[in-house]
């Protein structure tokens, strides 16, 4: 008999609590060498935790993780590091304003490297570079790189302190679809060298196309470990969920009524004089959800924050905006977030760390953000507390928010339960307009499907939605029409049921699609 090899990663019974959560309960995990292997599961299931566990940030109340067969205590991240365990962050931790080979070289000079000088840094990450299809220049500014270039020079750094087994936590949230293929190659580039890769994703799509094995968690628990090529999408959700998901939005067709929302030429100059908005016009009616395509970065994230009634600080406006016939004013008083709700329009910013929740305050609080002066929340002149919480608790349940604590701080919650905290504190509220941003980044399946549900009754109560997301797949299944936003201006409109992924991209890229491409009925 021969022997197998030993496995990249093995762990055995590890545990992890915060307090009352467990957040890991006895965990065995057997990665194999040369393997992509997926991680999934629902917000809040642990999958961050475990990973953190095995990079030396947290360490496990209970367990075993052993490395090539042999056993390791992995007390930081330096000890991962000589493990031959690399991090690929959701959160890139690179330092802006150095350069490529800086920030590749900067932190590495362990006792192995011993601080290489930089002409010998730099040809040993061109020969880097160009093994794995992962160009960056190496003098480029990291500000000045796009994020799928950061993410590059993130796995870059990986490899430079010779990392056999690489973690990526949802790297792909962030990507555009071209930059995400680009990803994938550059990942089954890596295998092929004989690299271990760790991918947790919410997405069944990445899993099914790039892995080779995957794991599923659930409440804190590993709930099953199968071959991708042996499952899909459909058994992968309900393990994940514990019950059937419909994979597709089910939706009546809508019935739009009188425009609720008009912008006609919308122009934006920022604090640096560049022109971000164009002249926007559009329409969105009562009972309509509007689809926002583009690639993020082309003047989505201006358009949203302006409606919103929160302007970049030095922004130039130009335009007219109505809400149910009325113009809205588009700057100065009247025009901050707390007059926009008032005049009904909820908000979901797209970035939910930074502008739709404070982080050290608590569940119920956030829940109740910007809605804290309603009638229903007042007791003489007094907040009511007490009518707050009651009311954050059934938004907790309905939304199923995890765990169910309204005390506990919103950066306590993983990243899924946090965007639930916000969707329902702005869906609930029943507005005429509601603006949201990216809807469902970092969340998991069934929240999706719970998420898109939510949107979609909103609509069919006769509200309007306007609806900003870099996933098109979102887009196409939600929109009743869409729009494709290029370098500020919109390059598009297209029916969902006539739009294609390639004619989308094509626009998103900023291109016309070929006529002849229209096919029958378009003339
Ligand atoms: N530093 C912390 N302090 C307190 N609780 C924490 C901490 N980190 C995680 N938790 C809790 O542990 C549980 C597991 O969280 P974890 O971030 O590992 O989940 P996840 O599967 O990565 O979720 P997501 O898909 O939403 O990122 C959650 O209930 C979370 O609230």
């Given at each position: 008999m021969t022997a197998t090899p030993a496995p990249a990663i093995e762990l055995r019974g590890i545990s992890k609590a915060f307090g009352p959560v467990q957040a890991n309960r006895d965990i065995d995990l057997v990665v194999p060498r040369g393997t992509i292997h997926g991680i999934i599961g629902e917000n809040g299931a642990g999958k961050s935790t475990l990973m953190s566990i095995l990079y030396g940030f947290y360490r496990p109340d209970a367990g075993e993780i052993l490395v090539g067969g042999k056993p390791v205590a992995i007390a930081d991240s330096q000890a991962a590091i000589r493990a031959g365990i690399g991090m690929v962050f959701q959160h890139f931790k690179l330092v802006q304003n150095f350069t490529v080979l800086e920030n590749v070289v900067l932190?590495?000079?362990?006792g192995r490297l011993l601080r290489p000088s930089l002409s010998r840094a730099r040809g040993e990450l061109k020969r880097l570079a160009a093994e794995y299809g992962l160009q960056v220049d190496p003098d480029a500014l990291v500000e000045e790189l796009s994020v799928g270039h950061q993410q590059r020079v993130e796995i870059l750094k990986a490899l430079y302190r010779r990392a056999d087994i690489l973690i990526l936590d949802e790297p792909t949230g962030v990507l555009t679809p071209a930059e995400a293929d680009h990803l994938f190659r550059i990942l089954r580039g890596l295998k092929d060298e004989g690299k271990t890769i760790i991918l947790i994703t919410h997405k069944l799509r990445e899993i099914m196309e790039i892995t080779d094995n995957v794991s599923v968690m659930r409440r804190g628990e590993m709930v099953a470990s199968v071959r991708t090529a042996e499952t899909g999408p459909a058994e992968l959700a309900e393990l994940m969920v514990g019950r059937k998901v419909l994979l597709r939005v089910d939706k009546p067709p809508a019935r739009p009524g009188a425009p609720v929302l008009e912008v006609r030429g919308l122009r934006m100059v920022d604090a640096e004089g560049v022109e971000r908005l164009r002249g926007i016009d559009l329409e969105i009616r009562a009972g309509e959800i509007l689809g926002i395509a583009g690639v993020a970065g082309n003047g989505q994230t201006q358009l949203l924050e302006i409606l919103g009634g929160f302007p970049e600080a030095g922004a130039r406006l130009q335009g007219e905006i109505r809400l149910g016939g009325r113009p809205l004013p588009l700057q100065g008083p009247g025009a901050d977030g707390r007059a926009r709700r008032r005049a009904g329009i909820g908000h979901v910013p797209e970035d939910r760390q930074a502008e739709g929740l404070i982080m050290d305050f608590t569940a119920w609080e956030n829940i109740a953000f910007g809605y804290h002066h309603a009638p229903e929340f007042q007791r003489g002149p007094l907040m009511d507390n007490a009518a707050i919480r009651a009311d954050a608790m059934g938004k907790i349940q309905r939304f199923d928010i995890r765990p169910p604590n309204p005390d506990l701080a919103a950066k306590s919650f993983s990243g899924g339960n946090q965007q639930k905290i916000v969707v329902a504190r702005e869906v609930e509220r029943n507005p005429e307009l509601l603006l949201i941003g990216q809807p469902t980044r970092g969340v998991d399946i069934g929240a999706i499907e719970f998420i898109h549900k939510r949107i979609v009754a909103l609509r069919d109560a006769g509200r309007a939605v306007l609806l900003v997301s870099v996933e098109l797949d979102e887009i196409m299944a939600l929109s009743d029409r869409i729009l494709v936003m290029f370098d500020g201006h919109i390059m598009g409109e297209r029916l969902p049921a006539e739009a294609t992924t390639g004619d989308l991209g094509c626009l998103m890229a900023g291109v016309e699609p070929a006529r002849a491409d229209a096919g029958g009925g378009a003339g």
């Open positions: 932190g590495a000079e362990d």
